[in-house]
Nanobody
């Protein structure tokens, strides 16, 4: 089975940083475009960041641009999300996602339906 295992969430103060990791098992990681989403209580799941298969091009939501960085290490089957300058409004469960099938070289998915595999989520809480 394909599984995505997330880690790195926690409780930080405003302005702090966290580094989330998501290791992918059960598929060819280099075939997949990857993304990060988040969901705050009572809100819809929101796109955060995406990265192409090769890792040299990325895309971010306006709310996190300049503060968050998505990266990947295909040798480790892992995608990362570096969260800097955190704000209370960043508080949410963060999910990593993988395309289900082979992704084109330049694909950057920004919608939930772009992805077929999801992690269980990791909680990020930012105190004021």
């Amino acid at each position: 089975q394909v599984q995505l295992e997330e880690s790195g969430g926690g409780l930080v103060q405003t302005g702090g940083s966290l580094r989330l990791s998501c290791e992918v098992f059960g598929r060819t990681f280099s075939d997949a475009a990857m993304g990060w989403f988040r969901q705050a209580p009572g809100k819809e799941r929101e796109f955060v960041a995406a990265i192409i298969k090769g890792g040299w091009n990325t895309h971010y939501s306006d709310s996190v641009k300049g503060r968050f960085t998505i990266s990947r290490d295909n040798a480790k089957n892992t995608v990362y999300l570096q969260l800097n300058s955190l704000k209370p409004e960043d508080t949410a469960v963060y999910y990593c996602a993988s395309t289900e099938w082979y992704a084109s070289d330049g694909f950057l998915g920004t919608a939930s339906y772009d992805y077929g595999y999801w992690g269980q989520g990791t909680q990020v809480t930012v105190s004021s």
